[in-house]
Structure formats: structure tokens, C-alpha cells
Nanobody, 122 residues
């Protein structure tokens, strides 16, 4: 089976920085893309950033563009989210998301991590 495990969440001060990591493990045949979503209290889950695994092309939503950076380590099947100059409104549970073809299937499926909380506060 495929698993996504996030790490790196916690408390960060406005204007500071925090890096989230998400490692994919299990019987993976191919990773197509990985990314991050977030869900703030009382709000719907929203996409933050994604990266195409083969090319490294990235997409960052406007609300965090210029402050957040997504990157990957292909050898380690790991995606990162560098949160620079976070704001209180970035407080949310951050979820890792991936589109992966496992070795047991001929098609790709979407996988989710359990989430890691991030609180931006002084």
C-alpha cells in the first residue's frame, strides 16, 4: 500500500519560516504529482501548491505566491513546502496530496496524508 507521512508542522511566528515535509512510501510504481492542501477552522480544504514529479513544474495559489515554495526530492519520494513570512491567516492543518500509481494497479489513485497542524502566531 501507499502511505503519505507529513512532518514539520508546529508554531511559527509571523515573518518567520517553517518547512513541511511529506514522504511517500510503499509499493510505488510511479508518482505523477505531489502537493499540499490546507484546511483552516470553519473553512473548506483548499489547494496550496503542487509539483509535477517528472518535470518539477510547480503551481502555487495566489494567496501564498511569493511566500511559499514547493520542491521535491525525487530519490526520497519527498515533497517540501517552505513557508516564508507566514501570516496568521495561514494557520491551518496542512495535508499532503499525491497522485500515484502503485505497483498493484494499472492506474493512478489519489492519496492523502493525515495532516500536520500549523499555527502562525506571535
Amino acid at each position: 500500500q501507499v502511505q503519505l507521512v507529513e512532518s514539520g508542522g508546529g508554531l511559527v511566528q509571523p515573518g518567520g519560516s517553517l518547512t513541511l515535509s511529506c514522504a511517500a512510501s510503499g509499493r510505488i510504481y510511479s508518482i505523477w504529482r505531489m502537493g499540499w492542501y490546507r484546511q483552516a477552522p470553519g473553512k473548506e480544504r483548499e489547494e496550496v501548491a503542487r509539483i509535477t514529479w517528472s518535470s518539477g513544474d510547480t503551481h502555487i495559489v495566489d494567496s501564498v505566491k511569493g511566500r511559499f515554495t514547493i520542491s521535491r526530492d525525487v530519490a526520497e519520494n519527498t515533497v517540501f513546502l517552505l513557508m516564508s513570512s507566514p501570516k496568521p491567516e495561514d494557520t491551518a492543518v496542512y495535508y499532503c496530496n499525491a497522485l500515484i500509481t502503485p505497483v498493484t494497479a494499472d492506474w493512478a489513485s489519489e492519496y492523502w496524508g493525515k495532516g500536520t497542524p500549523v499555527t502562525v502566531s506571535s
